[in-house]
């Protein structure tokens, strides 16, 4: 007689890492869909898309978080030494996706700050730069004013918040420390795409502005050269995140032969 009950905990074991990978399955679906979609303005579905992505992998490692299973202790012990939210994320990587968001949101506000009004799109402010080129008034785009840069402040007004108090949860939270620390680092990498995805979309559209024509000068070779380590960063950074989202344990397994973590 064939036996169910180790499929299922075998399931449920694995339930977390099934939710992690819907997520960004989900996810590239979904970004096809909105990069396919019918628009005069091909920044647009790419905004869409990017946000789209970035949203669904974090919903994703939310959903395998709730479905972890919790280990059962037969006797509860607390430590005298207070949980930090620190200590639980990965201690290089941390720093770097936080330099990202920062480096993001200040240049969605000088984007929000220095865009005009397409003059041949009616209602579509904040999506070109003008400057003056030649004696002439010219139009460079797609620029990350305010009319690209909504969705992606909407995706980290959104988004930030409910990796932060998941993180808080995951560290108060019930779990050995292995588990907790994969946990946070399945949450920080899922955060990662999300920023570091919008960071490589913001560097493409003011390096494919400034370069649209011989106009920007020497200040926009200038704010080329100061992006381009940005790009680099958000590439290495958006890598480390997926691997981290699809298996946190591969990368905790090389902190742990630092002696940073207890082997299993």
């Known amino acids: 007689m064939l036996d169910t009950v180790p499929l299922q905990s075998r399931f449920l074991d694995h339930a977390e890492y099934y939710a992690r990978w819907s ?3 989900i996810g590239i679906v979904v970004a096809q869909q909105l990069i396919a979609m019918d628009s005069d303005d091909i920044a647009m579905p790419l905004v869409f898309a990017i946000t789209a992505f970035g949203l669904c992998a974090v919903g994703g490692v ?3 978080d709730a479905l972890t299973l919790r280990p059962e202790e037969a006797v509860r012990t607390a430590s005298l030494a207070p949980r930090l939210v620190r200590d639980q994320v990965p201690p290089r990587m941390a720093p770097l996706i936080l330099l990202q968001a ?3 949101i200040t240049l969605l506000v000088i984007g929000a700050v220095t865009a005009s009004a397409d003059p041949g799109k009616a209602g579509r402010a904040g999506r070109v730069l003008d400057v003056t080129c030649e004696g002439m008034r010219t139009s460079l785009g797609p620029w990350p004013g305010l009319y690209y840069s909504g969705p992606m402040f909407a995706a980290l007004a959104v988004g930030t918040p409910v990796c ?3 993180l808080r949860r995951i560290t108060h939270g019930q779990g050995d420390d292995q588990q907790r620390r994969d946990r946070a680092w399945a949450i920080t990498g899922a955060w990662g795409l999300l ?3 919008q960071v490589l979309l913001v560097v493409l559209m003011i390096f494919v502005a400034l370069t649209e024509e011989a ?3 020497p200040l926009g070779a200038a704010t080329i050269a100061a992006i381009s380590p940005l790009s680099l ?3 290495f950074t958006f890598g480390w995140s997926l691997v981290t989202v699809v298996a946190p344990r591969a990368v905790d397994d090389e ?3 630092e002696g940073d973590f207890d082997d299993e």
């Open 23 to 25: 997520g960004l399955a």
């Open 62 to 64: 939310l959903l395998g």
């Open 102 to 104: 920062a480096s993001l």
């Open 164 to 166: 932060v108090w998941a």
């Open 195 to 197: 920023v570091s995805s």
């Open 215 to 217: 106009c920007a000068g």
């Open 233 to 235: 960063l958000g590439l």
């Open 255 to 257: 902190a742990a032969g």
